[in-house]
C-alpha cells in the first residue's frame, strides 16, 4: 500500500486567525508530506508494505512506528476542524452527554485537556479517546504516541509539536490549545465516537 497526503476538508485560509494559512501550509504541505514520504521508503520490501495504517502503528516499533503513527495521527488531527463557530461551539450528540457523565461538564473536560496539553514536557499530543465501554478519557502521548496502541478509540487531539503552533503562536502553547476550541468540529467528533 502506498499512503498518500489527505486532502484537507477546508481551504487553507479557512481556519484563520486560529491556525494561519502559513502553518497549514508547512504542517500539511510539508511535515506531514514528509511522513508519508518517509513511511513509503520504510515500509518498502517489509511486512508493512500492504498494511492499514492503524495496524503498522499497533505492531511496528522505531522508524516504521514514528512515521505511521505521525501519519495516522496527523489524518485525524486535520479532519476534525472546521471554520470558527463561535464560543459556544461544544460537544453534541452521544459525546456531550458520556463528557458530562465522566468529567461534570464540558468547562471541567476543557480544563483537564489543555492542563495535560501544558503538562505534556517535549513533543506529542493530548487526546480525547474512548474505552471499550465507550468511557471518554483523555490521554498524554508522546511523540508519535496514538491512543489505539492501549486499545483506545481516538476521537480528539491537539498536537502540541512546536511545529503545529510555532509560525502564530510562537512559544505560547497554552494560549494555542486555548484558541483550537474553536474549531473543532463536534458533530465529526461525534460521529467518530459512536461509529
Ligand atoms: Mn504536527
Not at 20 to 48: F, M, P, W
Not at 148 to 157: C, D, F, H, W
Amino acid at each position: 500500500m502506498t499512503h498518500t497526503l489527505i486532502t484537507l476538508p477546508y481551504a487553507p485560509e479557512a481556519l484563520e486567525p486560529v491556525i494561519s494559512r502559513e502553518t497549514i501550509g508547512y504542517h500539511h504541505g510539508k511535515h506531514l508530506q514528509a511522513y508519508v514520504d518517509n513511511l513509503n521508503k520504510l515500509a518498502a520490501g517489509t511486512e508493512y508494505e500492504d498494511m492499514p495504517l492503524e495496524d503498522i502503528v499497533r505492531k511496528a516499533q522505531g522508524g516504521i512506528f514514528n512515521n505511521a503513527g505521525q501519519i495516522l495521527n496527523h489524518n485525524l488531527y486535520f479532519t476534525q476542524f472546521a471554520p470558527a463557530a463561535g464560543a459556544a461551539n461544544g460537544p453534541c450528540g452521544k459525546l456531550a452527554e458520556a463528557i458530562n457523565r465522566e468529567f461534570g461538564s464540558f468547562e471541567a473536560f476543557k480544563a483537564e485537556f489543555e492542563q495535560k496539553g501544558v503538562t505534556l514536557f517535549g513533543s506529542g499530543w493530548v487526546w480525547l479517546a474512548a474505552d471499550k465501554d465507550g468511557r471518554p478519557v483523555i490521554t498524554q502521548e508522546q511523540n508519535a504516541g496514538n491512543p489505539v496502541t492501549q486499545g483506545l478509540k481516538p476521537l480528539m487531539t491537539m498536537d502540541v509539536w512546536e511545529h503545529a503552533y510555532y509560525i502564530d503562536y510562537r512559544n505560547r502553547r497554552t494560549a494555542h490549545l486555548q484558541a483550537l476550541w474553536q474549531i473543532i468540529n463536534w458533530e465529526e467528533i461525534n460521529r467518530r465516537y459512536t461509529a
